[in-house]
């Protein structure tokens, strides 16, 4: 029998990070009726002391707070071993053999004998291509995407489009006394309706995770990428078809519309379309065009990753 080569890699993937603020003024309440939840609330906005009141389905809402917060690492290992084990036993090469085992805090180790280093390369690389296309197939179903880097965040501009029919009683309620054909308006409004809500962190100070924009609503907290999801999915309900998109910078995330810049107003430019700036994550009151100092350091040091939410059909 010829030498045998052992080849081992670990498969490793990350989950995006948010920063955390302090707590805001917005004070929110929810009462079952039926199929539906009544949600009412009430916040400053400005001088002026704003509320409002807007039926939420009962259904959607139910399954935004059943959902995680956080991906689940540890079920995503155990599906990504198990999708190596079962790709290794049609898919190894003759003579070969591999040992996979879950990694503590996420991913997978896979070691390959076999009696040539080719066949030993070539099986490294048939587990490791079963390992990512069961991590992108897992992150799918938990509503979650794996980026170009490996990173496992949120499906962001998903979240935004499908949360919109469910927001568009809020988003009514909240266009009360606006113009239809003046999308800055809304954003004006939403975008300080969304800041007021208290930012969510954990008691260590830890980022809390990704909080869908019903469970935002009704547990009356959320992160600086809930509230960006929150606010966009407002605005794709009031303006289906109007551009936007949601912002990730290093360890930061904001929203970006389409309107016709003021002067002075921060934009941002991505395939031919000119975007407006907005802050949804407070609890400082921001206007239209104004990043906060996250956004404008992630910017400054890092890529601007624009992921827009697509149109309603």
């Not at 993937?13 to 003024?25: D, I, Q, S």
């Not at 690389?125 to 069961?134: D, F, R, T």
């Not at 009514?172 to 208290?198: S, V």
Request: glycine share 8%; hydrophobic share 45%.
């Amino acid at each position: 029998m010829g030498r045998v080569f052992l080849l081992v890699l670990v498969a490793l993937f990350a989950v995006l990070g948010r920063p955390a603020t302090a707590a805001a003024r917005l004070r929110a309440k929810s009462a079952p009726q039926g199929d539906i939840v009544l949600y009412e609330a009430r916040w400053e906005d400005g001088k002026a002391t704003r509320s409002v009141s807007a039926p939420l389905p009962n259904g959607p809402l139910v399954a935004d707070l059943k959902a995680p917060l956080r991906f689940p690492l540890a079920a995503a290992s155990e599906a990504q071993a198990a999708a190596v084990r079962a790709w290794a036993k049609d898919g190894l090469p003759k003579g070969a053999s591999v040992k996979v085992r879950t990694v503590k805090g996420g991913g997978v180790s896979y070691s390959v004998q076999a009696r040539s280093r080719a066949a030993a390369r070539a099986a490294l690389a048939g587990a490791g291509e079963a390992a990512s296309a069961e991590l992108v197939r897992f992150a799918a179903a938990k509503g979650f995407i794996v980026d170009g880097d490996g990173a496992v965040l949120p499906d962001h501009a998903r979240e935004a489009l499908e949360s919109a029919d469910a927001l568009r009683p809020l988003a009514e309620a909240l266009a009360q006394g606006l113009p239809a054909d003046d999308p800055r308006a809304f954003a004006a409004r939403a975008l300080h309706f969304t800041q007021a809500i208290p930012y969510e962190k954990r008691k260590s100070g830890a980022d809390a995770g990704f909080r869908r924009p019903l469970s935002l609503l009704v547990k009356n907290k959320g992160d600086c990428d809930g509230k960006a999801v929150l606010f966009l999915g407002l605005m794709r309900a009031r303006y289906p078809t109007l551009p936007m998109a949601v912002v990730l910078v290093p360890e930061h995330a904001f929203a970006a519309v389409e309107l016709e810049p003021h002067s002075g107003e921060r934009t941002i430019r991505e395939d031919g379309v000119q975007y407006v700036i907005l802050e949804p994550v407070g609890p400082a009151r921001s206007d239209i065009g104004e990043p906060s100092k996250a956004g404008r350091r992630g910017m400054r040091w890092g890529r601007a990753d624009l992921r827009p939410v697509p149109p309603q059909r």
